[in-house]
């Protein structure tokens, strides 16, 4: 099987496993918003929690899942070692969680859920170990199988807890955990886990090796987080606790762009791992990324052009009218979220050449940028200034990874073609906002252009993967 088939297949095989979660969390978002009794502002509670759990993961895991899979993919390690360091490392991430977690309490906005939010945490970090050592070991079919088990069981439990228990925020909660839980219980039961973990398989040395790699990823993941996050904490403290709830609303249907991306993402991340010494690698980067951003752009342009529809379709406005503004901010936050995408997409070559540090250097820029921004822009423009912070922080670490990257792995890069699509994406979006009924065609005559700027690449890759050699 050739390098873009096995990509290929991997993708489709964690397509199967993830999409069907990604979907239903988004359709998930309609019962909550339809279920919360306090509206926009108990679904700021929720997203607030979401950040913190993201947040505090990364710190309690020591980032050692992604550890896993660059050493665990990796003939040179022994997979019981790796294995065993990183539910070592956990264990002490654990700990220092609970003792900790008191501190927690100190925002008064998620103090009565302390307890369960560690548990998540907790929970949630124990299911990313499992299931990436699974992927380590080249159990993709299992990996998709449990993410289609995981969805399920999210799906029984908020029906449960939030519909019909109407336990709110709490019953959001204890879906997760619940979930989570018989997940990563589940993948290790399968694998056997248990036959490659044991205290006379920890390997100092090579935990050493791993916890150099792994720890700059932790300010890494904690910045991202900031970046996505801290928009939603000002224009809380700010502008209001609603007007939060609403801007958490309207980056749902982005998301739908980072689904796309993270399902390639970690298929993409094994082979870029498994092509890191080969001669053709520089050819297979810059195959795949001109591709990679064919495919996103036009997810992108079809997601604001159906934006308006698609937020009807996934928020409900019964409990709070609001909800209906979010139209007005989600085209540009598309857009912010794809140079997102483009930033993990240039990360994996950090991880393959194990350059984590210049990973959170250029995160850190990008953080302080949208801190500052956020700081200036919001006080002057309320929601719409958090939409601009978000979009300039993103961009201006794709224009510094762009070239940092390319100095670590040479492949090249259509400029022009990056600077077409998202000048196109752009009109798509103040289309889309300023409702022009009589432009509307201008949408598909635009769509219609960024597949002859785009089908070329992801033409040349299909036959890539459909060649027989």
Not at 207 to 212: A, F, H, I, T, W
Not at 441 to 457: Q, R, Y
Request: glycine fraction near 6%.
């Amino acid at each position: 099987m050739n390098k873009y088939k096995k990509l290929a297949a991997n993708t489709v095989v964690f397509a199967i496993g993830s999409i069907g979660s990604k979907i239903l969390a988004f359709f998930l978002n309609r019962l909550y918003t339809a279920s919360f009794r306090d509206g926009a502002k108990e679904f700021n509670v929720k997203g607030i929690l979401e950040m913190f759990a993201n947040f505090l993961i990364p710190i309690v895991t020591f980032s050692i899942q992604d550890a896993i899979i660059r050493y665990g993919l990796d003939k040179n390690y022994e997979q019981k070692a790796v294995f065993s360091n990183a539910v070592t490392v956990f264990k002490y991430g654990t700990a220092g969680i609970l003792v900790l977690s008191p501190l927690l309490a100190l925002y008064k906005d998620i103090r009565p859920y302390v307890p369960l939010l560690v548990l998540y945490i907790v929970v949630s970090g124990f299911r990313q170990i499992s299931t990436q050592f699974a992927r380590a070991r080249g159990f993709v079919k299992l990996y998709a199988a449990d993410g289609i088990m995981c969805t399920f069981s999210l799906f029984v439990f908020n029906i449960i807890f939030v519909k019909a228990g109407s336990m709110g925020v709490t019953g959001f909660l204890l879906s997760v955990i619940g979930s989570d839980l018989l997940s990563g219980v589940t993948v290790w039961i399968a694998a056997k886990h248990r036959n490659f973990y044991s205290k006379k398989f920890v390997d100092r040395e090579l935990l050493e090796v791993m916890l150099r790699f792994s720890v700059p990823l932790i300010p890494t993941a904690l910045l991202w987080i900031i970046t996505g996050f801290s928009d939603q904490l000002f224009v809380r403290h700010i502008v209001s606790a609603e007007d939060a709830g609403i801007y958490n609303a309207a980056t749902k249907i982005p998301n739908l762009i980072s689904m796309v991306s993270t399902v390639f993402y970690m298929a993409w991340n094994m082979s870029a791992i498994a092509e890191n010494d080969s001669a053709g690698r520089s050819k297979f980067y810059t195959q795949i990324f001109e591709a990679y951003q064919g495919m996103l752009t036009l997810a992108a342009g079809f997601i604001i052009i159906a934006s308006s529809t698609l937020n009807d379709i996934l928020l409900s406005k019964d409990v709070d009218i609001r909800y209906g503004e979010s139209n007005h901010y989600t085209p540009i936050l598309v857009i912010a979220v794809l140079l997102m995408c483009y930033n993990q997409f240039l990360s994996s070559i950090y991880t393959v050449t194990k350059e984590t540090k210049r990973s959170f250097q250029t995160s850190l820029i990008a953080a302080v940028l949208n801190l500052v921004l956020n700081a200036v822009m919001i006080p002057l423009f309320a929601v719409y200034g958090a939409i601009i912070a978000t979009f300039a922080s993103y961009f201006v670490c794709y224009l510094i990874r762009i070239v940092d990257t390319r100095r670590l792995i040479p492949f090249k890069v259509s400029h022009l073609r990056f600077a077409l699509n998202l000048g196109a994406l752009l009109l798509l979006a103040v289309n889309q906002r300023t409702g022009w009924h009589l432009w509307i065609s201008i949408d598909w005559i635009v769509f219609a252009g960024l597949i002859a700027l785009n089908c070329e690449p992801m033409l040349a890759t299909a036959k890539k993967i459909l060649h027989r050699s």
